[in-house]
């Protein structure tokens, strides 16, 4: 697997917002194609508002997004961090609902909607409401729901905050199996150390700064991600930098804060 | 049903058995003659007698209520999709469905009777009531989209179309069914206060005429007969639309979710 070329190139991007918030100012970054690109940095440090941008949900103010290819652009999932599924409609209703706004017939997005479920393990609760899932049935819908349409690029935010620890472990496991089958570029925004020393590539820890980066951590891709990973040294020496590069940014929002 | 369920619903019809047992004891004791205040056997067997007239009238009451119903969920569904596409319609336009809405009904009633024929004056107002709050609560609703459910249909480059046929009309739903459940009750109550208002001028022939009549009698028995039919009609709209709302919400919404789950 190379990670050389850059899929997506945020160039001094800058994002103000209505109210006269700003987001994230001169920001640089390149995911590359088929890495898992972790965004690692507190609250508020604008780590969502890049994804948003990168998803098209929300206009740069300053700066470009380039892609290497338009296509590619097109075929986007979003894991939100909330799932966001409607309430009213079966499972199996929210992931075929990215292939029904393409104009997909409900027989002919079957096989589609189906795979996504038996991906993310939901098989059997293809008619089952929201409501009779549980937290982590949840996500994983919604991660089905983002995988219908077999993107090549899959932006996460956030998507495992929300639930408990064992659970958080578990999809983060199925999340790497997945990652293995899909061969996706993932972004995926956290600000738990564990799960983007888990699940990463390479780590780019935020500022709260406007557009700094504190550090940048590229994790050898041919490490094996199992459970016993967690246990290693490399593991823990990647959590180790991660969480000193994360005090500091941190420590520069409380400063910021007390100016 | 549970035990406590059908406690739940014997305790109100126990009060209500109870409160008749009453009114029908002081009658008796006191001797109360029935044109001051006839006994509940006495209303119901005026009813039993008076049936040939009063349940055409009641026929008449309830069926211009369900046309006005129909008429205001219709043109309120209408209006608020419209209003919802953009910020300056609505302000051109809910002020005026304000002013017609906190005008009383009782004081339009009688200019509609001028310049309408006492049916359909009667279904106007009837509809009046009823369109305010099926028009407001179907505006919220509309309004009230989830963000992120939003932000989904955003990312997958959903038409307008779309959005309102998968997205906005679902979430919707309770809401426009709770101004649909008031809007029931009020559209009886505006087509009652209209047909008074013609009765008085000696037109109509529903439920409230029927009362102004006996009311010129002093046949107050008649009076609390075609009033409990009124009675009797409002529970049974409100009963009927709450059970719809119940039918389609009770999978998904909280308001109509079983909370002994």
Not at chain 2, 148 to 166: C, M, N, R, S
Not at chain 2, 186 to 202: K, N, P, W
Request: hydrophobic content about 50%.
């Amino acid at each position: 697997m190379t990670y050389d070329e850059p899929l997506i190139s945020l160039q001094q991007v800058g994002k103000t917002y209505d109210n006269g918030h700003v987001a994230i100012e001169g920001f640089d970054l390149n995911v590359r194609s088929g890495e898992t690109l972790t965004l690692l940095g507190p609250s508020g440090c604008g780590k969502s508002t890049v994804l948003r941008l990168i998803a098209g949900l929300a206009s740069p103010t300053s700066g470009r997004i380039v892609w290497s290819s338009p296509e590619r652009r097109k075929n986007l999932g979003v894991v939100f961090q909330e799932p966001t599924l409607m309430p009213w409609a079966s499972v199996f209703d929210n992931v075929y609902l990215p292939l029904r706004l393409a104009g997909a017939s409900r027989d002919s997005a079957g096989p589609q909607v189906r795979q996504a479920l038996r991906q993310v393990g939901l098989s059997d609760f293809a008619d089952a409401l929201p409501r009779e899932l549980s937290g982590g049935m949840k996500m994983r819908c919604a991660i089905a729901r983002a995988l219908a349409t077999v993107p090549n690029v899959i932006l996460m935010d956030e998507p495992f905050a929300a639930l408990d620890e064992v659970t958080r472990f578990r999809l983060n496991d199925e999340l790497l199996e997945l990652q293995l089958e899909l061969k996706a570029t993932i972004v995926f925004v956290t600000h738990s150390v564990f799960e983007s020393a888990y699940l990463s590539s390479r780590i780019v820890v935020m500022s709260r700064r406007k557009g700094e980066k504190i550090d940048e951590i590229a994790i050898d891709p041919g490490l094996q991600r199992t459970a016993d990973f967690r246990h290693t040294p490399t593991f823990a020496d990647i959590c180790r930098r991660a969480s000193l590069a994360l005090r500091e940014a941190t420590d520069q929002q409380i400063g910021y804060a007390e100016i | 049903m549970t035990a406590s369920k059908w406690r739940e619903a014997l305790i109100p019809l126990f009060v209500f058995l109870l409160t008749l047992a009453a009114w029908e004891a002081i009658v008796r004791i006191k001797s109360i003659p029935p044109y001051i205040l006839p006994a509940p056997s006495a209303i119901a067997a005026k009813l039993m007698e008076d049936r040939s007239v009063l349940l055409p009238s009641l026929a008449v009451t309830l069926g211009v209520t369900l046309e006005a119903l129909v008429a205001a969920t219709i043109g309120a569904v209408a209006l608020a999709l419209l209003l919802s596409q953009s910020k300056w319609l609505e302000r051109a336009l809910m002020p005026f469905a304000i002013v017609l809405q906190v005008t009383p009904i009782i004081a339009i009633a009688p200019l509609l009777l001028i310049y309408l024929t006492p049916q359909t004056a009667v279904l106007v107002c009837a509809f009046l009531v009823a369109f305010f709050p099926i028009l407001s609560n179907t505006a919220l609703g509309l309004a009230s989209v989830d963000h992120g459910l939003q932000d989904v249909f955003d990312l997958y480059h959903a038409t307008g179309w779309q959005k309102l046929i998968y997205l906005r009309l679902p979430s919707a739903l309770p809401q426009f069914l709770a101004g649909v459940r008031t809007g029931g009750g009020l559209a009886l109550i505006g087509a009652i206060v209209a047909e008074l208002a013609a009765g008085a001028s000696g037109q109509g022939s529903g439920l409230a005429f029927r009362i102004v009549e006996a009311g010129f009698r002093l046949d107050v028995p008649r009076m609390f007969a075609a009033l409990a039919l009124i009675s009797l009609s409002g529970i049974a709209i409100y009963g009927a639309l709450a059970w719809l709302s119940h039918l389609l919400l009770r999978n998904w919404h909280e308001s109509a979710r079983d909370r002994s789950i």
